[in-house]
Nanobody
Framework: QVQLVESGGGLVQPGESLRLSCAAS????????LAWFRQALGSERKFVAA???????FYGDSVEDRFTISRDAAENTMYLQMNSLKPEDTAVYYC????????????????????WGQGTQVTVSS
């Protein structure tokens, strides 16, 4: 069983940056599709970014050119670099993993991910 633990969340001012980490244990996810989702208070969980096992990356429209997803196979860790943060980025951020390769935008749907972290809070406020 894959276990995921997020870290790196916190309180920042608009325009600042954070880097979230997602560490896996129990099994290497070098061949997994990995993703970040977020859920703001009172809102549904939304897609943020995904990275395939081969390294292809995909982003939600709201984070285009501001966030970067990456993975380090040697450390069995995934990252989300978040720059130019806005108040509307405030949410609980979750990492997710799937042992499937998704095509035709299926990586955007949370139901396609079997493994989830507990979430880390990101708050962007003055």
């Amino acid at each position: 069983q894959v276990q995921l633990v997020e870290s790196g969340g916190g309180l920042v001012q608009p325009g600042e940056s954070l880097r979230l980490s997602c560490a896996a244990s129990g099994r290497t996810f070098s061949r997994y599709t990995l993703a970040w989702f977020r859920q703001a208070l009172g809102s549904e969980r939304k897609f943020v970014a995904a990275i395939r096992s081969g390294g292809d990356t995909f982003y939600g429209d709201s984070v285009e050119d501001r966030f970067t997803i990456s993975r380090d196979a040697a450390e069995n860790t995934m990252y989300l670099q978040m720059n130019s943060l806005k108040p509307e980025d405030t949410a609980v951020y979750y990492c997710a993993a799937s042992n499937r390769e998704y095509y035709n935008s299926l990586y955007r749907y949370e139901n396609n991910y079997a493994y989830w972290g507990q979430g880390t809070q990101v708050t962007v406020s003055s």
